[in-house]
């Protein structure tokens, strides 16, 4: 049994949707207390998947989890409601940064705390510190959400769930579409957050050099089975992540421009 400083164990997971396609068939890791976790892979790898059926969120979708455990907190999220899972604690941003375009940054914040009893006094608190780890969105607080930009969006998509007090957040991709820049401010908010809160973080990632280099541990997937995992620090230096994950070829020249800025990306290694 793992000790209560795992939050979350994903074991042997076999998933499928409209009991056909076979989406996972072999996930297993753990995220520590406290951590952050990366589950890197390419387009179709498994990672939406993965994160659906930790939010018990497959059946939305007529998927299913075939075999294998996924337990938050000890419990099997299998036998809880997606709701109710929240209430505990456990919130997941989906993909592609959903936000009400036409309420104001601060309205769609606020609707993130609807689901949980609390005064005036205390959303306005944790609406203050939200405006504190993502400062844009106290300056575009009474903008509508459709005029703000896409990493805004995500900033409050990412905020909302904040509204909740989760003690695991969930994130699908945070990075998908945003400027290098905006996606370095996304992840240093995320690392601040989880330094000074101590909120553990799953973080599915195409874009491996950002996710490696924020997260504490990472799992790698490849067609819907997790084939490799360790300490994010160890795998940034694994020739083989490097080539097919970091987009390099594992040759000692390249090896050397690792992290070096390029005008394109100020992450320096593309996904
Ligand atoms: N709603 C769905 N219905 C049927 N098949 C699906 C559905 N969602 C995903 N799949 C399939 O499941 C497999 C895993 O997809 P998944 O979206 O989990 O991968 P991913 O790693 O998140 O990829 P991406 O980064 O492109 O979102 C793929 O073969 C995909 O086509």
Redesign the pocket.
Known sequence: MPGNDVILVVDNVHAT??HA????HGVSFELRRGEILALL????????????AVSNLLPA???QTNSGTIRYEGADVSRRKPGDLVRAGLVQVL?GRHCFKSLTVEENLISGGIGRSGRRAEINQDLQRIYDFFPRLAEKRRTLSGLTSGGEQQMTAIGRALMSRPCLLVL??PSMGLAPLVVQDIFLALKKLNRETGLSILV?E?NSAVALKYADHATV?EN?VSVLSGPAAELRQREDVRAFYLGQQASPLLSLLTFMPSPNNSEGAMK
């Open positions: 949707y409209n396609i076979t989406a996972l892979g390419a387009n179709g790898a498994g990672k939406s998947t993965t994160l659906k979708e007529r998927g993909e699908d991709e599915a195409q997937l819907g």
